[in-house]
């Protein structure tokens, strides 16, 4: 039972290019988030997922894309990468409401 | 709107209870939610409450709900250096999907 499983733990990317965060769960959880973590400003919902099939946006969706084509897996795409999105990005699942989220150890990403 | 807010910082010698306060806005949050995170690592669930409860004990944590003034609380009895990390507030949202919305988060130093 590995929890939240995300890839790459860090990357450096240029201004515009493009490329996915991996997401994977193996607890046959329904609900998956992507947050952004900022110094100062907590965390910040991205996207997010009730469901295979189903996603929604969260407070700063813009620049990025999701899709949930199954219940493990919630790739984030950046879809031409800026320095703004220089950030620590955290997956997350859950069960349901009462048993909170399990978080994945985070990617690093840079922006230069 | 959705906020949490949370002080950035609080300091307490060891032995000595801990006390972390945060504030929410939306009045129709389900469930609420303690997390904390240590250097260089995910988010991990402490604790939560259920918007109808006062409060909740579990071993060293307890948490109080004043939903009228939407205060909630977390105190750590007899503070440990290992307690040392950042302390996140979080309420999730009855918006018929599973939203949930974190505050800044408090760091909290532990002095031995």
């Known amino acids: 039972n590995a929890g939240v499983t995300q890839t790459p733990k860090f990357q450096v990317l240029k201004t515009g290019q493009s490329m996915t965060l991996q997401c994977a769960q193996d607890?046959?959880?329904?609900?998956m988030s992507w947050y952004r973590q900022d110094p100062g400003m907590g965390l910040r919902l991205i996207h997010y997922?009730?469901?295979?099939?189903?996603?929604d946006q969260g407070e700063v969706p813009n620049g990025y894309n999701v899709s949930r084509s199954t219940t493990e897996d919630f790739p984030l795409r950046l879809l031409s990468a800026a320095p703004s999105q220089t950030s620590v990005y955290f997956c997350?699942?859950?069960?349901?409401?009462?048993?909170?989220?399990?978080f994945g150890s985070g990617t690093r990403l840079t922006v230069v | 709107g959705e906020d949490v807010e949370q002080s950035l910082f609080l300091s307490v010698r060891e032995g000595d209870s801990s006390v972390i306060n945060c504030t929410y806005t939306?009045?129709?949050?389900?469930?609420l939610y303690w997390y904390k995170q240590e250097p260089g690592a995910g988010l991990q669930l402490l604790t939560y409450?259920?918007?109808?409860?006062d409060m909740k004990q579990d071993q060293r944590l307890t948490v109080l709900l004043n939903k009228k003034d939407k205060h909630l609380s977390l105190r750590i009895a007899d503070t440990q250096t290992g307690d040392s990390a950042i302390y996140f507030c979080?309420?999730?949202?009855?918006?018929?999907?599973?939203?949930?919305?974190f505050g800044a988060g408090t760091r909290l130093f532990v002095k031995a």
């Open positions: 997350a699942s859950s069960y349901g409401d009462r048993d909170g989220y399990t």
């Open positions: 607890m046959n959880h329904e609900y």
């Open positions: 997922s009730v469901g295979a099939g189903i996603t």
């Open positions: 939306d009045s129709s949050s389900t469930y």
């Open positions: 409450i259920f918007s109808n409860m």
């Open positions: 979080a309420e999730s949202l009855n918006t018929g999907g599973f939203k949930t919305i």
